[in-house]
């Protein structure tokens, strides 16, 4: 019976480390867990819309805007969409608009409404064409800070308030 019982222990402490050492391996292939906010490798930085939705026409002329880039597909727009619902000007000084990527107009609205998002400053981005083509953005949550109309840096978050942290007016 000692036997048993001591078999029993010496398994159950394999199993603890074969478990860690398998958690270990999947920190080294996943790494740590990503930045609030980060750069955006693939957008145009220095690019210029050649035309703009009328939902964000006043960016276009806009002196500091940023242009923010959701999906209705995205669970982490869904939690940046709540956090907007209070305040909509995330960042001081900047003019804001927003994106919204879908392959479902319906379903947009929806989520403007469930997230109480401004409906004049959304743009809705069937299947995301518009950014795409205009900026290179397939990442969402993203941001891209603009200067004149022009895209100065692009940042992915997860988070509005490091969002704001992370951008500054540019002087």
Not at 1 to 26: D, Q
Request: aromatic share 8%.
């Amino acid at each position: 019976m000692i036997y048993a019982l001591a078999f029993m222990i010496l398994l159950m402490v394999a199993v603890m480390i074969m478990f860690f050492a398998m958690l270990g391996e999947l920190y080294s292939r996943v790494g740590p867990a990503p930045a609030a906010t980060g750069p955006l490798e693939e957008a145009k930085v220095g690019q210029r819309p050649q035309a703009w939705p009328q939902e964000l026409a006043p960016l276009a002329t806009a002196t500091d805007a940023v242009l923010l880039v959701l999906s209705t597909s995205c669970a982490s727009c869904a939690q940046v969409a709540g956090q907007l619902r209070d305040r909509f000007e995330p960042m001081a000084g900047y003019d804001t608009g927003v994106v919204l990527s879908t392959a479902d107009p319906d379903r947009a609205e929806a989520f403007v409404r469930e997230h109480g998002l401004p409906r004049a400053s959304v743009y809705v981005d069937v299947n995301g064409a518009w950014v795409t083509k205009e900026f290179g953005v397939l990442t969402s949550p993203s941001a891209l800070i603009l200067r004149d109309g022009q895209v100065s840096s692009a940042l992915v978050f997860t988070d509005v308030a490091a969002l704001q942290s992370a951008v500054s007016p540019v002087t």
